[in-house]
Every structure is written in structure tokens, then in C-alpha cells.
């Protein structure tokens, strides 16, 4: 059974770093790619980025493009996501999923609610 | 990129009613199109696939259709569980895959 256990809740200043991890286990973690996905309060989803761990190269959203890394680790079958230059409009719940068939997104990690305030 | 659109914004259906959920693609997306159910305080959870597939676990209520621009998702009976958000997206155009902006099904 395909697991991701994600990172805590962080509470961030403006202008700092964050960086998520997401861990898998149960499956093959370098042949499907894994996904993170943020959700800011009351809204919907986004899609911020992707990379698939045997390739070893992410790819992003364009207005991700300058801010964010995703990075994996296959010794220890885990992603990271790591946000520069932080707002308060990055105050969000940030996911991470593993790929199903194709780009659909069958696992779902629990979420690291992010806060970013002075 | 390609932008997902969702109608209605808010469905409000009675209990054993059926419902049916809306998503176009700004261009054809052939059958790439995934559909998620979220409710509050969980991440969301995949139903369908390739448009018309349902993942493991999934009712049979549950049923999508279209290829192409248009798609619809059908939920035959609601149930008290079903009420929540329902999000499509689209894998056709890698890299980026792009969600929807929901649609939410509540009690009538």
C-alpha cells in the first residue's frame, strides 16, 4: 500500500525559506513522478510542480517557475519542495501525491499547513 | 497552459438525488482528465481517471464521460458522504497539469 507521510506544520517570516519533505513507501518510488500541490485557504487546488525521481528533473508551473525546487532522494525514497522569498499569499496547505496512471494523482500525502506572517 | 473550467460553482442536491459536475478544457485534452473529491480538513481523493475510469475503491455511483474539451461527472444517488468538492484536471499537456477551480455539491 502506497503511503506519503509529509513534513509539520511551519510557521514562516516573510522573506524566509521553506522546505517540505515527503516521504513514500509501499511502491517502486523512482519510476512515478511526484507532485506538489498547495491549497491556500477557502480556495482551490494548484499545481505547483512535479518530478519524477529517476529522471531527476523537475518541472513547474510558470508562476512557480522562479521560487520553487523539488528535489528526491531515492536512498530514502523521499521528495522536497523548498519555497524562496515567502508572502503571506503563500500561506497554504501544501501536498504532495504520487502519480496514478498517467498525470491523475491516486496518493495523497496527510498535508503541511504553512504559515507565513510577521 | 491550459485553463480548467468547472460549472456549476455550487451544486445544492437532496440526499438520493443525482448530480452532474461540468469541466471544459481550454483545448482538447483528449482523455487525460482526472476527477477529485475533496472534503474539508483531508487532501483530496482521486475518483476517476482517463475520464471515465474509477479508481480502486470508488463507488459505481460514480461515472465520468467526454474526451476532448468537455467533461462531466455523474454521481447517481447522492449520498451523505458524497457532499464536498469536486475538482477535475488535466494530464494531456505535460509538463504542467492544471486543476479546476471546483465545484462544490452541498445539501439542499
Known amino acids: 500500500q502506497v503511503q506519503l507521510v509529509q513534513s509539520g506544520a511551519e510557521v514562516k517570516k516573510p522573506g524566509s525559506s521553506l522546505k517540505v519533505s515527503c516521504q513514500t513507501s509501499g511502491d517502486t518510488f523512482s519510476s512515478y513522478s511526484i507532485t506538489w500541490v498547495r491549497q491556500a485557504p477557502g480556495q482551490g487546488l494548484e499545481w505547483m510542480g512535479a518530478i519524477i525521481p529517476a529522471l531527476d528533473t523537475p518541472n513547474y508551473a510558470q508562476k512557480f517557475q522562479d521560487r520553487v525546487t523539488i528535489t528526491a532522494d531515492e536512498s530514502t525514497r523521499t521528495a522536497y519542495m523548498e519555497v524562496s522569498s515567502l508572502t503571506s499569499e503563500d500561506t497554504a496547505v501544501y501536498y504532495c501525491a504520487r502519480q496514478w496512471m498517467g498525470g491523475s494523482l491516486g496518493f495523497w500525502g496527510q498535508g503541511t499547513r504553512v504559515t507565513v506572517s510577521s | 497552459e491550459i485553463v480548467m473550467t468547472q460549472s456549476p460553482g455550487t451544486l445544492s442536491v437532496s440526499p438520493g438525488e443525482g448530480a452532474t459536475l461540468s469541466c471544459r478544457a481550454s483545448?482538447?485534452?483528449?482523455?487525460?482528465l482526472a476527477w477529485y473529491q475533496q472534503k474539508p480538513g483531508q487532501p483530496p481523493r482521486l475518483l476517476i481517471y482517463g475520464a471515465s475510469t474509477r479508481f480502486a475503491g470508488v463507488p459505481a455511483r460514480f461515472s465520468g464521460s467526454g474526451s476532448g474539451t468537455d467533461f462531466t461527472l455523474t454521481i447517481s444517488s447522492l449520498q451523505s458522504e458524497d457532499f464536498a468538492v469536486y475538482y477535475c484536471q488535466q494530464y494531456d499537456h505535460w509538463p504542467v497539469y492544471t486543476f479546476g477551480q471546483g465545484t462544490k455539491v452541498e445539501i439542499k
Open positions: 483545448q482538447s485534452v483528449s482523455s487525460n
